[in-house]
């Protein structure tokens, strides 16, 4: 890199970090730099720098303008990017967004739009929506079920937190029955045989949040 190319990068550089705290600058870096699937020593050959260096920069612990360039230009990342939260940090999910699935069928395609009780009632189908709001490299899974009737016993990797957002309904969990009312919650292994089921003629409604390990 040419030394005026530098001085230029290194002056844009501290145009950010007058804006963008540090801590916010060096999780941004760690974040693309893991996926890439590069370690922390390789990165710091690729920028010529010391391995220090970098973990002061992912740390956010003071860092020289030139180190943030340097591991900018080995990770091919516009500097400009670090400049705000862009759809890679953030991700939103809005009522155009919704689309209804069947839980257990969730290949079966879409529920129509805006009437899932109704497709759901007397049909023994528990609608699913998987929440547009989660980082494409995040470790969450946010979904809501209706619960209509019992669902079929799961398990899968990770953790899982359920919010009661209109109850009661049952969670079975290995084996053993938790009643729980509106606005209760319950958090367990994935791994685990879990289903869930209504408490009385009336149909539930959870947030489901699965986090990947």
């Not at 060096?26 to 050959?45: D, F, P, T, W």
Request: net charge negative.
């Amino acid at each position: 890199m040419a030394q005026s190319e530098l001085l230029r990068l290194e002056g844009v550089a501290a145009e950010i970090l007058k804006n963008v705290p540090l801590q916010v600058i060096g999780a941004r870096i760690r974040r693309e730099r893991q996926a890439q699937g590069l370690s922390i020593r390789v990165l710091a050959k690729q920028a010529n720098l010391g391995i220090n260096s970098v973990v002061r920069l992912e740390s956010g612990v003071g860092f020289r303008h030139t180190t943030l360039v340097k591991v900018c230009e080995a990770l091919g990342l516009h500097l400009e990017r670090l400049a705000s939260a862009s759809h890679e940090v953030v991700a939103v999910h809005r009522r155009t967004d919704d689309r209804w699935h069947e839980l257990d069928s969730y290949d079966a395609g879409e529920l129509p739009l805006g009437s899932t009780s109704e497709a759901a009632g007397g049909q023994g189908i528990n609608p699913l929506m998987l929440l547009q709001s989660r980082l494409a490299s995040g470790k969450l899974l946010p979904t809501l079920i209706e619960v209509h009737s019992p669902t079929k016993a799961r398990s899968h990797p990770g953790e899982e937190f359920v919010y009661v957002l209109r109850g009661p309904i049952c969670v079975t969990v290995s084996g053993d029955d938790y009643v729980l009312e509106t606005g209760e919650s319950i958090d367990f292994w994935g791994a685990e045989l879990h289903a869930y089921a209504p408490v009385g003629d009336a149909a539930g409604l959870v947030l489901s949040v699965r986090v990947s390990s």
